[in-house]
């Protein structure tokens, strides 16, 4: 150890720093492989067959599965979801009720992206007055949308929000309803329907751990140079101090 001496604080830095960047190298990789298990739930659920909601309604895990639909848009109750970007764009998701006639279950249609320019206007869209048969595939948010502040309740339709409630939007309706998201397929009724399916792909999380691997073998590098050179110096200051005394 007389070889090593790195210091106290320099010691203290990287016993904290040291485990934190690899804890989070590690947490990108196992992210992306959630990723990866997603993607691929996605891709096999989407190559099946549709089914009806009724059949839907009862399943524990309906995430990405594709849905039958015929009935009705509800024009008086529109959502518009805020902060929703396109190609660098500013834009909202407009989802409208929609009943089901098969299964007499409302349910939350994500009909698509529009552009919003300017906030002083709101965004314009029109609603389809007669019935419609058409597919949509259940959306499962990964995560609750961090939100600065609360939803304003009970506002005026067209509501705009920042996430969705389906739940907290039926009790008001006093509406037996589809307890998740449905986004529609690409239609003459949608709007832009390219949906993302993550937001972040199991690539950047790979790239992500290894940037913090590689910033955690860095620490360990100048801690080992660190220690190293100080104990060099002492050395040679030593023998320095010695001589003259000689």
Sequence with gaps: MKRFRPGIAPTLVVFVLLPLM????????????????????????????PVSLEH??????????RVLLQGQFDAEHS????????????GVELLQPFHDQASGLWLWLNRGWLPWPDRRTPPAFTTPAR???LEAWVYVAP????QLHADPARTPWPRLLTALHPGALWAELGRDGFSYELRAEA???????????????????????????????ALLGL???LGWHNAREKHHGSGHESTQHV
């Design 143 to 146: 995560g609750e949308t961090f």
């Design 22 to 49: 690899v804890s989070l190298g590690f947490w990108q990789l196992s992210r992306g492989q959630e990723k990866q298990v997603l993607l691929a739930n996605y891709a096999e659920r989407r190559a099946a067959e």
């Design 56 to 65: 839907l309604n009862g399943t524990a895990d309906p995430a990405f599965r």
């Design 223 to 225: 801690y080992l140079y």
């Design 79 to 90: 959502v518009l979801l805020d902060n929703r970007m396109r190609d660098g764009k500013a």
């Design 187 to 217: 239609g003459p009724a949608m709007y832009q329907t390219n949906w993302p399916v993550v937001a972040m792909g199991p690539e950047k999380h790979l790239g992500y751990a290894v940037q913090w691997f590689a910033m955690a073998l």
């Design 131 to 133: 019935p419609l048969s």
